[in-house]
């Protein structure tokens, strides 16, 4: 499981009736084969398989085939054999789908606001430079100055949607601070 933190690492996970889970990891065996291999073996009638990695603590598995409710039945299963991760799902592209787990502070604290409708006030809101006394500190543990670059990074949401596979290294880097 750790060998996680040094590389990417193929894994297949058949979640089971009565936490009759299966977990299946493999270096070397390319996800398809071991996602075989947890069908046959596991009690659950599905499976889903990909890779995953460990950034501190968490859990980062990237897969094809979105299980209900998997982000959650993963750390479950992970939890029950003595590893406390959040985990995070993320389909092919990087396109975050699900997460469960240890939520930051101000993350809950904060209220998801409505993006702009109007195409003209997102890219308006995208590229709006910030005011002249404003000044955000990433590292600083101000809530406000956060709470502000958190606004601005959901106001770029939609501009980088819209470029499409173009724009996926940028989905990657903002999913990791808010969902995109």
Same mark, same amino acid.
């Given at each position: 499981?750790?060998?996680?933190?040094?590389?990417?690492?193929?894994?297949?996970?058949?979640? !089971? $009736?009565?936490?009759?889970?299966?977990?299946?990891? @493999?270096?070397?065996?390319?996800?398809?084969?071991?996602?075989? /291999?947890?069908?046959?073996?596991?009690?659950?009638?599905?499976?889903? =398989?990909?890779?995953?990695?460990?950034?501190?603590?968490?859990?980062?598995?990237?897969? @094809?085939? /979105?299980?209900?409710?998997? *982000?959650?039945?993963?750390?479950?299963?992970?939890?029950?054999? @003595?590893? *406390? =991760? *959040?985990?995070?799902?993320?389909?092919?592209?990087?396109?975050?789908?699900?997460?469960?787990?240890?939520?930051? +502070? @101000?993350?809950?604290?904060?209220?998801? +606001?409505?993006?702009?409708?109007?195409?003209?006030? +997102?890219?308006?809101?995208?590229?709006?430079?910030?005011?002249?006394?404003?000044?955000?500190?990433?590292? *600083?543990?101000?809530? !406000?100055?956060?709470?502000?670059?958190?606004?601005?990074?959901?106001?770029?949401?939609? $501009?980088?949607?819209?470029?499409?596979?173009? !724009?996926?290294?940028?989905?990657?880097?903002?999913?990791?601070?808010?969902?995109?």
């Amino acid at each position: 499981m750790m060998m996680g933190k040094r590389r990417p690492m193929n894994l297949a996970y058949n979640p !089971g $009736p009565k936490d009759d889970d299966l977990l299946i990891i @493999d270096r070397k065996k390319p996800p398809e084969v071991i996602g075989r /291999e947890a069908k046959k073996i596991g009690k659950g009638p599905k499976v889903t =398989f990909g890779t995953f990695e460990i950034e501190a603590r968490k859990f980062i598995y990237k897969t @094809d085939k /979105e299980l209900p409710g998997l *982000s959650k039945k993963l750390r479950k299963y992970l939890k029950k054999l @003595d590893y *406390s =991760f *959040s985990v995070e799902i993320f389909d092919s592209t990087g396109t975050l789908l699900e997460a469960d787990g240890i939520e930051d +502070q @101000d993350n809950a604290l904060q209220k998801p +606001q409505a993006a702009p409708t109007d195409k003209k006030e +997102q890219t308006e809101a995208a590229t709006a430079p910030p005011g002249k006394n404003e000044q955000i500190n990433v590292g *600083s543990a101000d809530h !406000g100055q956060r709470a502000a670059l958190t606004e601005r990074l959901r106001g770029l949401q939609a $501009p980088i949607a819209e470029l499409g596979t173009a !724009g996926t290294p940028l989905k990657k880097v903002v999913a990791r601070v808010i969902p995109f």
